[in-house]
């Protein structure tokens, strides 16, 4: 009997505390969103199946907490990603210049085989916040960032508004798969 085609993808999702990783991951898995801010605690995973092409693809998603005091994942954690997302909001520049922080610390701790080709995908969050006009980071801004770090694909979206976030998703789980 033929085995169907499976892949269990592990991808991790990083970024400053608030800029909506949790939110994100909601709506993609559950298709809900909450206005209240519940800080995550440490890290938890929750599991997304799809199918890409022939294969039946199981996506564990790590959501981890952007706040300093929580950071203790450590590096069995982030052993064995294959892919991971870094999030930032476009209203807040600061969540924008920690990605830098936030892609280095990833490689330091996952030090995968080969750094330079090692899947990332920019995720840029709270298009809708009044309208786009607080908005302060450009979308050129964070291309070229994304150029810079060796073409990291890069997604707007809105987690309250289910703007991309699929697109985002789908994106992440062809990248962790191709680099399996
Ligand atoms: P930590 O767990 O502390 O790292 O934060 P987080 O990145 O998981 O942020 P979270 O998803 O908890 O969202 C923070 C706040 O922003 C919450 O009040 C959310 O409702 C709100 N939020 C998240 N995404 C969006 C969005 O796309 N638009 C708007 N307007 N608010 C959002
Ligand atoms: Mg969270």
């Not at 199946?49 to 998603?61: H, W």
């Not at 699929?166 to 992440?172: E, G, K, M, R, S």
Request: hydrophobic share 40%.
């Amino acid at each position: 009997m033929l085995m169907p085609n499976r892949s269990l993808l592990k991808v991790i999702v990083l970024g400053d505390s608030g800029v909506g990783k949790t939110s994100l991951m909601n709506q993609y898995v559950y298709k809900k969103f909450s206005q209240q801010y519940k800080a995550t605690i440490g890290a938890d995973f929750v599991t997304k199946e799809l199918q890409i092409d022939d294969k039946l693809v199981t996506l564990q998603i790590w959501d981890t907490a952007g706040q300093e005091r929580f950071h203790s994942l450590g590096i069995a954690f982030y052993r064995g990603a294959d892919c991971c997302i870094l999030v930032y909001d476009v209203n807040v520049p600061k969540s924008f210049e920690t990605l830098q922080n936030w892609h280095e610390e990833f490689l330091k701790q996952a030090d995968p085989t080969d750094p330079d080709t090692f899947p990332f995908v920019l995720i840029g969050n709270k298009l809708d916040v009044d309208g786009g006009s607080s908005r302060v980071v450009s979308e050129k801004t964070a291309r070229d960032w994304c150029a810079l770090k060796g073409n990291i694909p890069y997604f707007e979206t809105s987690a309250k508004e289910d703007y991309n976030v699929d697109a985002a998703f789908l994106c992440i789980a062809e990248t962790a798969l191709a680099n399996e």
